[in-house]
């Protein structure tokens, strides 16, 4: 059983803490890789575990690329939201994009609530709970802003 180096241990606490993720979560995370240490965990679960910090499916190639011929707009590459998010956000992260739009303001300035709210740098690094009490204040924000 092939374990994993101590630089690829490392770059998994570095995506950890980027992510704001609590130890519970954490220790959640290396469950469902099929791990209880992080020492023990195979290449097959690192690049599972790897994955899902990065917000992308499992058997996707490392490739950061967008698809071809689909535009992507420069303040979502820079928030990195052109990437694949996880699948328990996907339909909030497509619903706050609509908000966004709507109010005709950036990714950015969902970025910056992220950070306000939780701690944490990038709305794309939040997990389920957060990107939900993130959408809701927005829907807040918009209806606020609908009022004469």
Known sequence: MNTITKKQIQYL???RRKA?????TWTAMKAEAGA???????????????????GRPAETSVSRRPKPGRPVHA???KS???TAPPMETAAMLGKIEAILADLKLPWSYADGMARKMFGVQYLKWCRADQVYKL?????VHQNRSRKP
């Open 135 to 139: 959408l809701q204040a927005l829907i």
């Open 36 to 54: 209880v240490s992080t020492r023990d965990l195979t290449e097959a679960q690192f690049n599972r575990l790897l994955a899902r910090l990065e």
């Open 80 to 82: 990195g939201m052109h």
């Open 13 to 15: 606490q570095v995506l």
């Open 20 to 24: 704001g993720l609590d130890d519970d």
């Open 75 to 77: 303040s979502a590459r």
